[in-house]
């Protein structure tokens, strides 16, 4: 059982990466969003095709010893609000203004939770009408249309006297029954907005999450499978589904591609890294610097604070599914996605939205019979109908002329999503099943001349969980900033560790274990945080202190070979392709496939390299070469 598989789950398709130990067997699914264990077991049984010669879904399992998941369906339910709608029951009265503040886009705060939150006094009355009082709030909330209510106190003992009456008067065992989630429960933050936004948005993508993980996992005992499905989290590390939070896998993917694009700017030596993973839905941005991923210490989503760390990746509603349309004579592109079903009009599900595939299909980047390796075949004609009929008939231009504005509107909207991140020595990492067609088009608006293309950049998030480990993170909130209250906060701490990696199957003893001791001011505001040992003398009067723990199982990880420079040569080409660089311009391009290069080939644009399950576009003024490595490097020659 030496075999660890990483699986990346987007809007469109789904991503299926195996290491045995020596080398990577990887390949693509559409997703199912009807039932995503569908498109899991599918892309299972694709790659034990792919291992053995022919399928064998249970030989795979049982050489497997860890399944390792992530997936972009929680990034991609806040982007296209596909969730519950949220009530809030504070006894701050404050609380709601503040967190419209804290929301930079002015918009989560009213998709998620608009004028359902309602405050309670704790002090108006005797205990019988304050227990009434909660009672009809939240029957008003649900009445608003919250589907889950988050119980918000100022200190964990306010939410414990809410618990006790709401408990009584909204029994858990009626089906009626609303979910009731406590903030404190989830974060231990005394940062009042933070605690709340991480148990909103927790609370926001939980019933997503559930239904899904917990149907794979029963699929997976059905084979008789020893070690549990694991999630991968936007910490960097890997947990039982039982042991997940919700909120810590939004962006896991992209912390994968993090981690993978981290290991590449190790190989190649680069000093600043701008990762761009286009996937179906979204494009997820993050930047590694001197080959670290560098995680803040207080997290984002969507810019509005949460308690916990979090990997700096942020993304844009622009991916390979994005509706393109007209909107007052413009054209635009994102934030709603066509996903996997009915999908890009060119896969004949009955998409009636124009999409850059569909775009990509007529311009002739991409090839009809070829997409996905052969594996599924694009129908152009569908593309030109829905084309024609939103984008160039609304514009009154033809449908060459429509083909090349849209192409420019993706890239523009793209270079938006990393522009503010680029600095002059910056390489951009471009991967997701439609990151090589269009980086050249987006880094070239962005300024930036070099553009580095994995060779498994259709599958690189998946990949790059390959360089994770199973673990857990712990963090509490020290009563009083006192030697001996943090010694209790540690052993306390230790007891839950010891048995929670125990569940995981791993002794403590034998694990990694990092402290950390973080002082904030009553406010939250950061003073400074650094590595605690048991024991140490702890003075921070009038201050705020935490404590975090966290364990580490290393699980094995690949090494990969150092580039070395090696003698160009020009590129073989296997065929040409005829591709629209303009509207009255159609040019034979020539097309390179990657797994027929050798390190050292090289070419120039306008070119094609076709790369497994992706296609690469090389814009005129660009250069190209396969690095001893195997991957494409990209240079602006402008």
Request: proline share 6%; charged share 20%; aromatic share 6%.
């Amino acid at each position: 059982m030496d075999t660890l598989i990483n699986i990346d789950n987007g809007g469109t398709l789904t991503d299926i990466c195996a290491w045995d130990g020596d080398a990577f067997t990887f390949t693509k699914t559409l997703t199912t969003p009807q039932d995503l264990s569908d498109c899991l077991f599918t892309g299972l049984e694709k790659v034990s095709a792919a291992l053995y010669g022919e399928a064998d879904l249970e030989r795979l399992l049982h050489a497997t010893q860890h399944i390792r998941y992530s997936t972009t369906q929680g990034t991609n339910a806040l982007v296209e609000r596909q969730g519950p709608m949220i009530g809030i029951l504070t006894t701050m009265p404050e609380l709601a203004d503040l967190m419209r503040t804290t929301d930079p886009e002015r918009d989560l705060f009213t998709g998620l939770v608009g004028d359902r939150c309602l405050r309670i006094d704790l002090a108006a009355g005797d205990a019988e009408e304050v227990d009434r009082e909660a009672v009809r709030l939240v029957t008003r909330l649900t009445t608003l249309g919250a589907g889950r209510v988050v119980v918000a106190g100022r200190t964990p003992e306010e939410e414990h006297r809410l618990r006790h009456v709401l408990l009584r008067r909204f029994p858990r065992h009626l089906l009626g029954s609303v979910p009731l989630l406590y903030s404190w429960d989830l974060a231990g933050d005394r940062h009042d907005v933070r605690r709340v936004w991480s148990c909103v948005i927790n609370t926001f993508l939980h019933p997503t999450m559930e239904r899904f993980l917990y149907g794979a996992e029963r699929r997976l005992r059905s084979y008789r499978v020893v070690n549990p499905l694991l999630v991968y989290r936007n910490d960097g590390a890997s947990s039982r589904v039982a042991k997940a939070v919700a909120l810590k896998t939004y962006s896991s993917g992209p912390r994968g591609g993090l981690e993978g694009t981290a290991a590449l700017a190790r190989v190649y030596g680069l000093a600043h890294t701008v990762m761009m993973d286009i996937g179906g839905t979204t494009t997820d941005v993050g930047v590694v610097s001197g080959g670290k991923v560098a995680p803040d210490g207080r997290g984002s989503v969507k810019g509005v604070p949460i308690s916990y760390p979090m990997s700096n990746v942020h993304s844009k509603g622009v991916g390979g599914s994005s509706v393109i349309a007209v909107q007052d004579g413009e054209i635009t592109v994102g934030p709603r996605s066509v996903g996997a079903a009915p999908g890009p009009a060119c896969f004949g599900f009955g998409g009636r939205r124009a999409t850059i595939t569909d775009v990509n299909l007529l311009l002739g980047v991409l090839d009809a019979d070829t997409y996905m390796d052969g594996t599924f075949r694009l129908d152009p004609e569908r593309s030109r109908t829905v084309i024609t009929e939103t984008i160039a008939e609304p514009l009154g231009i033809p449908l060459e002329e429509a083909l090349v504005r849209m192409e420019q509107a993706y890239f523009a909207a793209l270079a938006d999503s990393f522009a503010h991140v680029v600095t002059p020595d910056t390489t951009l990492a471009a991967f997701g099943g439609a990151g090589p067609m269009s980086a050249a088009g987006a880094a070239r608006i962005a300024g930036v001349r070099d553009v580095l293309v994995p060779r498994t950049a259709a599958v690189f998030s998946a990949f790059g969980i390959s360089f994770s480990d199973i673990g857990k993170s712990y963090e509490v909130g020290v009563p009083t900033p006192t030697t001996e209250a943090v010694r209790t906060a540690h052993e306390e701490l230790v007891a839950r560790a010891e048995r929670d990696m125990f569940q995981e199957g791993y002794h403590l003893a034998d694990c990694r274990s990092s402290w950390d001791l973080t002082v904030e001011e009553a406010d939250g505001t950061l003073v400074g945080s650094h590595a605690y040992h048991p024991g140490d003398p702890v003075e921070a009067p009038g201050q705020q202190v935490s404590l975090r723990l966290t364990v580490t199982a290393p699980l094995p990880h690949p090494v990969l070979p150092d580039d070395r420079a090696v003698e160009p040569r020009p590129a073989a080409i296997a065929g040409t392709r005829r591709v629209r660089s303009a509207a009255d311009r159609v040019d034979d391009v020539p097309v390179h496939v990657l797994d027929d290069l050798a390190p050292g080939d090289a070419g120039e644009g306008p070119a094609i390299v076709e790369g497994p399950f992706f296609t690469a576009r090389v814009l005129p003024g660009w250069r190209f070469r396969v690095t001893a490595v195997g991957d494409l490097l990209l240079h602006d020659s402008h």
